[in-house]
């Protein structure tokens, strides 16, 4: 702390106001780190146990990947810090947020057991709100899990755990 305010030609009353929101600042950025590991350490086993049950539940894994997305329009006209949230029945995953990005490559693999042909993947494309309201969806599509499943690869593998693959393109 005391080498950001090392200058001799600052005052020491800048000094002492420079220090506080330091320190206050320091507490809030601390605890916060603090609660997004321990969040992201809660996810980790939720997602671990959820694999790991899969094979014995499911007949099928389903790895999606997102590569990226063009042409995102500015959220309220001030930019967009966008992600991808799939959903897949009860499971949930969220890519990594690109942020202030209209761009964005999430270059990223979201992980689901298919217990079921009968559901649907939803994918959205959201902006997280940086400070306040809740994120904003920019984009949507809900591909049905039967539609994903090719009837060739259901017939020539093994009847539990086939490989499944769908392409979606613009």
Request: charged share 20%; net charge negative.
């Amino acid at each position: 702390m005391r080498r950001y305010t090392r200058d001799p030609a600052m005052p020491g009353p800048l000094r002492s106001l420079i220090g506080a929101m330091v320190r206050i600042f320091w507490v809030d950025i601390v605890l916060e780190v603090e609660a997004d590991a321990s969040k992201d350490v809660e996810d980790d086993a939720v997602n671990e146990a959820e694999l790991a049950a899969a094979p014995a539940i499911a007949w099928g894994m389903l790895q999606v990947l997102v590569v990226e997305a063009r042409n995102l329009a500015p959220v309220h006209g001030i930019g967009t810090n966008p992600y991808v949230r799939a959903v897949l029945g009860q499971q949930v995953r969220k890519s990594a947020t690109a942020w202030s990005n209209l761009r964005p490559a999430w270059n990223c693999i979201l992980d689901f057991s298919v217990v079921s042909l009968s559901g649907s993947l939803e994918l959205e494309v959201m902006s997280q709100a940086p400070l306040f309201g809740g994120d904003t969806r920019l984009g949507y599509v809900s591909i049905p899990v039967k539609d994903i499943v090719s009837r060739s690869q259901l017939a020539g593998s093994a009847p539990r755990m086939p490989q499944l693959s769908y392409r979606c393109e613009p």
